[in-house]
């Protein structure tokens, strides 16, 4: 990255998948983004950006190491000149009561001096809504949403308010959807007095685009917020408004066909993706892996790659270790929760590696953490931001990557339609 580029919009996501959500609602709303995998080497060779997405794997381990990890990632922002950092969490608000949102926040919030924090994972365009502190998955309370069998963090609370505090060592406050209704100048009195009561973060209701506007111009006061791709959404737009980015500038991405084979990974267990892999079913290969021959040893995932190889000449596959929520939970109660999963992210990340070995340079992966532990084995650097494939799911270039020119899609767990494999697949010849 040239040393001269003044960010306008620093980024800092928890997750990788997370992060090219964030990027290509950044992209899209005319913001000059990269997406950098963890905090880049100063040789990266990067274009002229407004916004860098640094993306971290820090979701779901220890607190302590996610608030490193995140502080490390802040100040090389920082160093860049952003004089706004967004902390991108998931919008289904994805921790627990350990973590890792809140020590995060708390720990970003004290470099920042803010003596408030703005937080909203609300993304209407995705059914993200929160209103009364409460967060809305489609029509459903978050509780009542199937996040509430998620493997790695069930959510059983859907009043965010409690959520964050039980993770916080600051007091949250909430600034409801009849204050934002009133405009910037009213959210900002609301701000200000929750503040002179020793409340340090507020949830902030959001329900249409136009609320994340709002909360995009007063978030620009701070200097940091807390969120998901919705205030995203709404920082752009500010910037863009105040000419602190240029609106028509979106980052090129070389649309060059790629060819050869093509393949995609399934780890989450959403029931998003669940219904995306029975539908893969009726238009290409899909192999099912065993998960208990997974955790026994490396064997399933060199099965599985001896199967991808005899049929990449005929077309697309799909490996999955996905499974529904009855028989995530009996694995989880035979091997424990972080075990199985941590062993079944190893497998896929070595299928990955042998694909990308093979030949595979066209690579659809489903999962946030599965994702995470495919593109760090890969060794890539970063990514352009390309062509949208579903709401939060963009295709990606790879940038600086050793395996050299590559095209990927990272899909958060919840998101894309019900024919999402054959639809990235389409978008990346
Ligand atoms: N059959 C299975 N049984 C138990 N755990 C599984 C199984 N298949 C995958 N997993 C684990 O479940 C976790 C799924 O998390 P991942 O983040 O990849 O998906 P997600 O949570 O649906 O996506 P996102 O974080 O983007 O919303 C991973 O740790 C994965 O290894
Ligand atoms: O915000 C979302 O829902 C996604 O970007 C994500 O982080 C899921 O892992």
Not at 49 to 63: C, G, M, N, W
Not at 381 to 400: D, H, S, T, Y
Request: aromatic share 4%; hydrophobic share 45%.
């Amino acid at each position: 990255m040239t040393p001269a580029t003044k960010l306008s919009l620093g980024c800092v996501a928890d997750d990788y998948t997370g992060a090219s959500d964030l990027a290509n609602t950044l992209t899209r709303a005319g913001l000059r983004t990269v997406q950098t995998i963890g905090v880049p080497a100063d040789d990266l060779a990067l274009p002229e950006v407004d916004a860098v997405v640094v993306s971290l794997k820090s979701r779901s381990i220890e607190a302590g190491l996610a608030v490193t990890r995140s502080r490390a990632a802040e100040s090389w922002l920082r160093g860049r000149g952003a004089s706004h950092i967004l902390f991108k969490i998931c919008s289904t608000f994805d921790s627990t009561d350990a973590g890792n949102i809140g020590p995060v926040m708390d720990a970003l919030r004290a470099d920042s001096s803010d003596s408030i924090v703005l937080v909203t994972p609300a993304f209407p365009e995705t059914g993200r809504t929160v209103y009364q502190g409460n967060l809305f998955v489609g029509s459903v309370p978050l509780n009542e949403s199937p996040l509430k069998d998620h493997p790695l963090n069930p959510m059983h609370d859907s009043n965010l308010v409690r959520v964050l505090a039980r993770q916080s060592k600051t007091k949250v406050g909430l600034v409801d959807l009849a204050t934002l209704s009133r405009g910037a100048e009213a959210v900002r009195a609301r701000l200000a007095e929750l503040a002179r009561g020793g409340i340090g973060a507020a949830i902030v209701d959001a329900v249409f685009d136009r609320d994340l506007e709002t909360i995009g111009q007063v978030a620009l006061d701070h200097r940091l917020s807390v969120g998901a791709s919705g205030i995203g959404l709404g920082l752009a737009r500010a910037l863009v408004a105040a000419g602190r980015a240029k609106s028509d500038a979106a980052t090129a991405m070389h649309e060059s066909a790629i060819g050869g084979p093509a393949a995609c990974l399934a780890g989450s267990c959403s029931q998003a993706t669940l219904r995306q892999i029975a539908n893969a079913e009726k238009v290409m290969p899909v192999l099912h892996l065993d998960p208990e021959r997974v955790i026994a040893g490396r064997e399933e995932a060199q099965r599985a790659l001896a199967w991808a190889r005899d049929r990449f000449g005929a077309g697309p596959i799909l490996i999955a270790s996905s499974s529904t929520p009855e028989e995530v939970a009996a694995l989880q109660s035979r091997h424990g929760r972080d075990a199985a999963g941590h062993a079944i992210e190893q497998a896929m990340a070595d299928i990955a590696e042998g694909l990308v070995q093979s030949g595979v340079r066209r690579l659809v992966v489903a999962g946030g953490e599965t994702s995470g532990a495919v593109v760090d084995r890969l060794g890539i650097p970063g990514f352009l931001v390309g062509a949208e494939i579903a709401a939060g799911v963009p295709v990606l270039r790879a940038v600086g990557a050793k395996h050299g020119d590559m095209v990927l899609a990272l899909k958060s767990g919840n998101f894309g339609g019900p024919e999402f494999f054959s639809d990235a697949l389409a978008l990346m010849p």
